[in-house]
């Protein structure tokens, strides 16, 4: 069965500080999908990245970026220069596929992040 | 881009009725939607999945009879919550794929239930 593991449950910074959220993902599949997902407290789920396996390129978008590591099941996401609008719950999923379709979120416990001003 | 409207955002029911959610994809069809439970503070688990024209596949301890989902048609699914007690107060989400954005999962806005 699939599994993700955010170990931060809370994540405390000034604004300006760079900060990395953890991500560590299990699964079986050879074939799968990891997500970034924020929330913030209206409760919207905001769609960051999607990556699948067989794409272990680094991506960077504006502030944000993240590092695809499969030796080590890693997806971590770093927020540089961080801004008080980056405080919010932070989830990383996976979705593993199967026969061609992918299933539903597995969803880490999530980190919630709060920039200081 | 592809949307998906939740209907309603927040609602307040008495303890023993059934309230219903519904969830639309407004520029797509969704062959597959997703229903999520969120309790607060806690993660979002999947509850189950419906596709359209056929059975929902429930995930492991989630009541079928008490969770009714119905997916009529290619845009349109629903999650009843029946005979609702103060705990499936919860915040409910549902999530659509896009076939033309391959694995793309798009989320509703969320319903926030509180039983009463």
């Known amino acids: 069965a699939q599994k993700v593991t955010q170990a931060q449950t809370e994540i405390s910074v000034v604004e300006k500080e760079d900060v990395t959220l953890d991500c560590v993902y299990e699964?079986?599949?050879?074939?799968?999908?990891l997500f970034w997902y924020k929330q913030p407290p209206s409760g919207e789920l905001v769609f960051l990245i999607r990556r699948n396996s067989f794409d272990e390129q680094n991506e960077i978008s504006g502030r944000y970026s993240w590092n695809f590591q499969k030796s080590t099941s890693s997806f971590n996401f770093t927020i540089t220069a961080s801004q008080v609008v980056d405080s919010a719950v932070y989830f990383c999923a996976l979705s593993e596929a199967q026969g061609g379709g992918a299933d539903g979120l597995t969803f880490g416990k999530g980190t919630h992040l709060i920039i200081q001003p | 881009g592809a949307v998906v409207s939740q209907h309603p955002s927040r609602v307040i029911c008495k303890s023993g009725t059934s309230v219903k959610i519904e969830c639309r994809s407004l520029?797509?069809?969704?062959?597959?939607m997703f229903w999520y439970r969120q309790f607060p503070k806690q993660s979002l688990m999947l509850m189950a999945t419906?596709?359209?024209?056929?059975?929902?596949?429930?995930e492991q301890g989630v009541e079928k009879d008490k969770f009714l989902i119905n997916h009529a048609s290619l845009t349109l699914s629903t999650l009843t919550v029946t005979s609702a007690h103060p705990e499936d107060s919860s915040f409910y989400i549902c999530?659509?794929?896009?076939?033309?954005?391959?694995?793309?999962?798009?989320f509703g806005s969320g319903t926030r239930l509180t039983v009463v």
């Open positions: 699964t079986r599949d050879t074939t799968y999908y």
């Open positions: 520029d797509f069809q969704a062959t597959t």
């Open positions: 999530s659509a794929r896009d076939p033309g954005r391959g694995y793309g999962y798009t």
């Open positions: 419906s596709n359209e024209g056929s059975k929902a596949t429930y």
